[in-house]
């Protein structure tokens, strides 16, 4: 039965990005089919129109590409059931070669076993290769396919069938690589299970997460999997968010807190209240937001598409000219043939082709795994291309509320004076009077209960009222008439927000406030200034001798205070270079939008900042940064040096040609090395943690 409209189908078989684009050529074709759009890195198929599934698995039935049925685990085929056909023609190979022994290279049975070998392990390259020759497309297996059928029309009946077997050796590499670099993706739709146990109307039952609906009760065991997002309504628990935002240290839970799918209830009993569906989950957005940034082609990968354009048919003309220039001078048709085939096969694209996606698509993987959405090959190379980076300050590079530093005492009675100031603040809802009073309920003195009478706010300055028949105030320096002591100014010099506290004759005490650094943020700015961020930059709105002092303390380049929202964006657009802006993704919209790279931090279960930011640290955790930069630095250093190892093995290999040394052989192990050695070397980012 057809599908219509906008659909969404998982296919399993792509081998090759030179596959997908055939196979998504071969669905736009169908009649029926307005757009279609393969997804290589995630296998997936995005479809605009009417298709079912046979018309889809016809459409790749070149490359044998299934359809993956939805809800149904995917789950591979064992190795002698997946490449029956490539062990079947390599013991046909293999009998070839005892035949020739046995009965001499003359005889007819060696290349009987080697056509059958060519055309046993060939057939979906030929099937593929015809189809293009007809449509008159031009990718590696077109010219594959040319080389082989040439082979045999000269007569080298082993050469071709030795090309066709090591063609499909280096697709079969190829798929294993591309598999591992789709692991990170995969390792995150497996996390979130598929069933979980809900109380409905007083009933519990075990119910599949698309079934399970906004408002249901879900109860979670200790060491069970969260299927879905919500939030607690009884019990209190430590869960381990790693998924998500790949914190490695459990966060504590209790009601009203916010739990994801996916994360692991470590040692409480939870009843938790069911806010998203299943497909509106955090998880589920993250997988489709790295699937998309999966396809978003980087700077690089649009350079070497559009270089292999042109590239193709270059090596088609070459190995033309090769085949018959010479012989029209006296050489023999026959070596001159072989050559130009060999040059044709050694100018398969495939490994500069894969050179870029392959790396792309592991380091996006990883990020995800480690707690680090990037939205897209272009924001990864310009990452690593980065020595600029702008920070908010207040959440970003600070905790984000004000904590009390020192208190000075200008009286012996300081039992009293803290009375007085606790009995003042508890009036106040200000941010400062919270956290006075946390400071005053964490300390050892048992401060009385005092009554407060006529309390009032003066404007701009702070507060007062009547105690025990006294006016007490509390506020900034301006708001008493003394002069002002030198411990005041002294922690005014160092960036903070002093709050006196005394009446109208006399100072009882002095309390210094900041809003503290992060315990991570001096050590993250080091490892920046480390890896080549050589300018880090702070805009904040705050007053410039509290920027200046945290600026000092962070060893940041430099500091620009006093900023509203569009002073920020004012600063990025005029910036000469690129800049990346770090902030939550809400106040400094407009800043993340108009720098270079945007990132938002702290942004697990925030919808608006996984939409509108380049990059997204899901833990609210600035560690995250250097590694992302690390990571960036690395796939752009990977990307280089997979294009240099793709066009360098190729061209030593044609170099071979001007000797007349150029075999078959040669040219597939040239061709095949080194779409080996790009992928293999692209793996590598995995390892980067």
């Known amino acids: 039965m057809p599908s219509n409209s906008q659909q969404t189908f998982r ?47 016809k459409a790749g039935s070149f490359e044998n590409i299934k359809v993956v049925q939805k809800n149904n685990e995917q789950t591979k085929e064992p190795f002698w059931i997946r490449y029956d056909r490539l062990l079947l023609a390599s013991l046909l190979i293999l009998f070839g070669f005892v035949a020739s022994f046995t009965f ?37 297996k077109t010219l594959m396919t ?88 009884h019990g209190f628990s430590s869960i381990n968010q790693a998924p998500i935002t790949g914190e490695s240290i459990p966060v504590e839970k209790s009601l009203n807190d916010e739990v994801f799918a996916g994360t692991i209830n470590q040692d409480g009993y939870l009843e938790i209240e069911v806010t998203k569906k299943s497909e509106d989950t955090t998880i589920a957005k993250i997988i489709h937001l790295v ?47 072989y050559q130009g085939l060999a040059v044709l096969v050694v100018g398969c694209p495939c490994a500069l082709v894969v050179s870029t996606p392959v790396a792309i698509v592991t380091a996006i993987g990883n990020a995800a795994r480690n707690g ?7 924001y990864l190379e310009q990452i690593g291309a980065l020595h600029s980076i702008a920070f908010d300050k207040t959440g970003t590079l600070t905790e984000g509320t004000p904590k009390v530093t020192d208190v000075y005492f200008y009286t012996d009675e300081r039992k009293k004076a803290l009375g007085y100031l606790k009995a003042l603040e508890e009036k106040s809802s200000h941010p400062l009077a919270i956290a006075i009073i946390d400071y005053i309920n964490n300390e050892p003195v048992d401060v009385t209960p005092t009554e407060v009478q006529q309390f009032t706010t003066v404007q701009g300055k702070g507060i007062k009222g ?24 002294t922690y005014q010099e160092s960036g903070k927000t002093v709050m006196l506290c005394g009446t109208d004759e006399e100072i009882l005490m002095a309390v210094a406030l900041r809003d503290e650094p992060r315990k991570e943020s001096k050590n993250v700015i080091k490892q920046l200034h480390n890896l080549g961020i050589s300018h880090t930059y702070m805009l904040t709105g705050d007053h410039a001798k509290a920027a200046a002092a945290l600026k000092q303390d962070l060893e940041l380049t430099d500091v620009k205070a006093g900023l509203l929202p569009e002073d920020k964006l004012e600063f990025i657009k005029k910036y000469e270079g690129n800049i990346a802006m770090i902030g939550d993704g809400i106040n400094d919209t407009p800043a993340l939008a108009a720098s270079s790279v945007g990132i938002a931090m ?49 061209a030593l290999a044609l170099l071979l040609v001007i000797p007349g040394w150029l075999t078959l052989w040669i040219a597939i192990f040239a061709d095949m090395g080194a779409t080996l050695l790009v992928t293999l070397n692209a793996l590598r980012l995995l390892k980067i943690r």
């Not at 608006?608 to 640290?617: P, R």
Request: net charge negative; hydrophobic share 45%; proline share 3%.
């Open 372 to 378: 680090v959405l990037i939205k897209g090959g272009i």
């Open 602 to 650: 702290g942004s697990a279960g925030t919808d608006s900042a996984l939409e509108t930011a380049d990059v997204a640290l899901m833990a609210d955790d600035l560690d995250k940064l250097p590694f992302t930069i690390k990571l960036s630095r690395r796939a752009l250093f990977i990307i280089k040096q997979n294009i240099t190892f793709a066009i360098g093995i190729k």
């Open 291 to 337: 699937e998309e940034a999966q396809t978003e082609r980087a700077p690089s990968q649009a350079f070497i598409d559009n270089f292999a354009a042109y590239y193709t048919p270059v090596i088609i003309a070459i190995s033309v000219i090769v085949a018959v220039l010479p012989p029209l001078f006296g050489g023999a048709w026959s070596t001159w043939v």
């Open 146 to 233: 040319i080389a082989v059928i040439g082979a045999i029309i000269i007569g080298e009946w082993r050469e071709a069938a030795v090309v066709v077997i090591l063609f499909a050796i280096s697709e079969a590499l190829e798929s294993y690589s591309m598999d591992k670099a789709r692991s990170s993706i995969r390792s995150l739709m497996k996390i979130s299970p598929k069933q979980a146990l809900i109380r409905r109307n007083g009933i519990e039952q075990n119910l599949h997460i698309e079934d399970i609906a906004v408002g249901d009760s879900m109860l979670v065991k200790p060491g069970d999997r969260i299927a879905m997002d919500g939030k607690i309504t």
């Open 466 to 489: 009547e105690i025990n028949g006294k006016t007490i105030f509390v506020g900034s320096a301006e708001l008493f008439s003394n002069v002002i002591p030198e411990e005041v100014k």
């Open 11 to 57: 296919v399993d078989g792509i081998s090759c990005a030179n596959c997908a684009k055939t196979f998504e050529n071969n669905l736009n074709d169908i009649k029926g089919v307005n757009h279609a759009e393969v997804n290589f890195a995630a296998s997936k198929i995005n479809v605009d129109g009417s298709v079912s599934i046979s018309e889809i698995e």
């Open 104 to 140: 001499g290279s003359s005889h007819y049975l060696p290349d009987v076993l080697y056509g059958m070998a060519s055309l046993i392990g060939g057939l979906t390259l030929f099937k593929a290769g015809l189809i293009n020759l007809t449509k008159l497309r031009f990718d590696m």
